[in-house]
């Protein structure tokens, strides 16, 4: 051991003894020291970080501006206390997420910075939610090949390299129109046209290689269109699902793209980051595989709108189909068979079609007398 010491130390001081040339760093072929796969010999093993029941996780959230980071920052924090989560993004925060705990600037494309991330705050969980979602990855390929891509390689080769646990979320996006849709099992046929879909199946195709090549613990879950009330609609083909409540409210009109008999699989946020912390927290010996379906409910914009015309009668729903956004909904699951997350770690969904309704109006109910207040 006092060898192996001393060979990384004189590594160490190569590396630090030369910055910014632009140099490879030097590779020090001892099993002992963690290298990134970019740079380690080939028969070099890493290990997550394991840590005592007693101690909580380092947690760093990249893309924590979207839809999920910050809700799931907020049940991380909870759990494992306010200063051990760290929101990224490469956006300036509203001022009620930067107060509400660590915020720090990550460009997943920048390699050095991410790594500098980690080593300094310590991080032993990293959630990777960057990413472009369908219809935008569509208007912008070479932008979402770059950041679904060469980002997620960035990502992968950190954690690797630091032992983290690692969740990378895929999508139905990652299934194709050749894909059995009604249920659409784990393993299957996978040929998505989208590049959003094309740079999922690659993340789990690569989180599994690693996992198996280099021993990183990585945990995937396939999520459905996710339902949330206190996020914009950020672009992708199940939108529609949340902007017809912000319609609703707003002028009891809502103008649909997709057709009315649209069927895809669909979850309330408070169920999907639910998931994904208890899949982080599952142990590593009760997952039968690496990439998981999640679901919780199934419908069609036409169901949606009679359970919210309910509740609010006045409302108008017209169709008018975007075919851009209605070819990638026609090549998606209608609905997930998550037999295997339910059996290995327990999933359970709390909200169906009827729940969630009554859950985003009474979200909206609270914000419209809060406003009519002030």
Known sequence: MPVIRTISKVAKQALLSTPGCGCQPVTVAVRNISFSPRQVTSDASFHSVSFSETDHPKVLITGGLGQLGVGLAKLLRKRFGKNNVILS???????????????????????????????????????????LLSAVGEANVALARSVNITGLHNILDIAAEHGLRLFVPSTIGAFGPSSPRNPTPDLCVQRPRTIYGVSKVHAELMGEYYHHRYGLDFRCLRYPGIISADSMPGGGTTDYAVQIFHDAIKKAKFECNLRPDSRLPMMYIDDCLRATLEVMEAPADALSMRTYNINAMSFTPEELAQELQKQMPELEVTYDIDPVRQAIADSWPMNFDDSNARKDWGWKHDYDLPELVQTMLNYFGVETRMASAN
């Open 89 to 131: 993004d490469i956006r300036k925060p509203p001022s009620n997420v930067f107060h509400s705990g660590p915020f720090i600037y990550s460009d997943i494309l920048d390699y050095k910075n991410l790594r500098e991330i980690v080593v300094n705050n310590r991080i032993t969980w990293l959630v990777h939610y960057s990413a």
